[in-house]
Nanobody
């Protein structure tokens, strides 16, 4: 049974940083493409960053240069380092994996506000 559990969300001021972590069980993160999505109030869920099994990473333009997705193979986690945070980054952030079907975590709230 695949489970994804996010952690690390919170409230930070604009310009601050947060590190999100997604702990996976039931699959090995290095063997699959893993991603972070986010959903702001009243908006559709959007892909933020993806890391492929090869290690290649992709980002949406609005976070490129500020966010970094990475894997910790020993811990079987996928992380999202978020720097220079802006109010428009406020959203619930979800971890995602695609294998035999789509798997989602429960989400972690990120709020950027002064």
């Amino acid at each position: 049974q695949v489970q994804l559990e996010e952690s690390g969300g919170g409230l930070v001021q604009p310009g601050g940083s947060l590190r999100l972590s997604c702990a996976a069980s039931g699959l090995v993160v290095s063997q699959f493409a893993m991603a972070w999505y986010r959903q702001a109030p009243g908006k559709q869920r959007e892909l933020v960053a993806r890391i492929y099994s090869s290690g290649t990473t992709t980002y949406i333009p609005s976070v490129k240069g500020r966010f970094t997705i990475s894997r910790d193979n020993a811990a079987n986690t996928v992380n999202l380092q978020m720097n220079a945070l802006k109010p428009e980054d406020t959203a619930v952030y979800f971890c995602y994996a695609a294998w035999d079907k789509d798997y989602w975590g429960q989400g972690t709230q990120v709020t950027i506000s002064s």
